[in-house]
Each structure stands twice: as structure tokens, then as C-alpha cells.
């Protein structure tokens, strides 16, 4: 029975172990300072006075109907592209038209595109 200790604490210790050796090693591709990856932003007016910058896979999303919300999945040089959530059906909204939210009111100004943010 002594053995059956020295059998148990091997294959804990193998299990606990196995996956950091099999594991593959991650690699990434990472951007350098130089390769200017260039961003796309949209620029919405919230409630006619400020502005907001949004970027791909941000969400609108209405305060009185939390299950009525629009993901933004793409941003071209005249329109964003969004998907409602919930039904999957994809909007095209362009510059000075209103996101289709009811209870809020955010217009989609225009889009800019940047590889470096600053304020």
C-alpha cells in the first residue's frame, strides 16, 4: 500500500505539469512604433452637444429597452456599418443621419482615420 502513495503523487505531479510541457509556444505578430497601422474612428454627436468617438465593436445601446443595442461592425470613409444584437439585421448609416435608437438621440457625424490618438 506504501507504493500506491509514491504512484499517486507521480501522476498528480504529471498532470499538474503535462499541459505546461505540451503547450505551444504563443506567437504574435506586434506592431513596431513605425508601422503606422491606420484606425478608423466614427464621430457621433450624443444628444446634440457633445461629441463621442467610437471605433469597431463598440455598442449603442438604448437606456429604456437595454435589449434593443447596435454593435458598430464596420467603418468605411462615408458610412457605418452596424448589426443589431439581437435579430442580426445589419444597418448603413451615413454621415448626418440619425443611429436608429429611439430614446437617444446620436448622429453620425463623420469618420477619421488615424494611427495615433492624442488629446
Same mark, same amino acid.
Given at each position: ?13 504529471? *498532470?499538474?505539469?503535462?499541459? %505546461? ?6 506567437? =504574435? ?5 513605425? +508601422?503606422?497601422? $491606420? ?7 450624443? +444628444?446634440?452637444?457633445?461629441? $463621442? %468617438?467610437?471605433?469597431? @465593436?463598440?455598442? *449603442?445601446? =438604448? &437606456?429604456? +429597452? #437595454?435589449?434593443?443595442? *447596435?454593435? #458598430? /461592425? ?12 439581437? =435579430? @442580426?439585421?445589419?444597418? #448603413?448609416?451615413?454621415? @448626418?443621419?440619425? #443611429? &436608429?435608437?429611439? =430614446? %437617444?438621440?446620436?448622429? *453620425? /457625424? $463623420?469618420?477619421?482615420?488615424? +494611427?495615433?490618438?492624442?488629446?
Amino acid at each position: 500500500m506504501y507504493f500506491l502513495r509514491y504512484i499517486f503523487i507521480i501522476l498528480m505531479v504529471s *498532470f499538474i505539469f503535462n499541459p %505546461l510541457v505540451l503547450a505551444q509556444p504563443r506567437t =504574435s505578430t506586434l506592431s513596431k512604433p513605425g +508601422d503606422n497601422i $491606420k484606425v478608423r474612428y466614427a464621430i457621433a454627436r450624443v +444628444d446634440g452637444r457633445e461629441k $463621442k %468617438l467610437y471605433t469597431r @465593436g463598440d455598442i *449603442f445601446y =438604448s &437606456p429604456t +429597452d #437595454i435589449t434593443r443595442c *447596435f454593435r #458598430i /461592425e464596420d467603418i468605411k470613409r462615408d458610412a457605418l456599418i452596424l448589426k443589431e444584437v439581437a =435579430s @442580426g439585421k445589419m444597418f #448603413i448609416v451615413t454621415p @448626418g443621419e440619425r #443611429i &436608429p435608437l429611439e =430614446s %437617444l438621440e446620436i448622429i *453620425f /457625424e $463623420k469618420t477619421v482615420e488615424s +494611427d495615433m490618438l492624442g488629446h
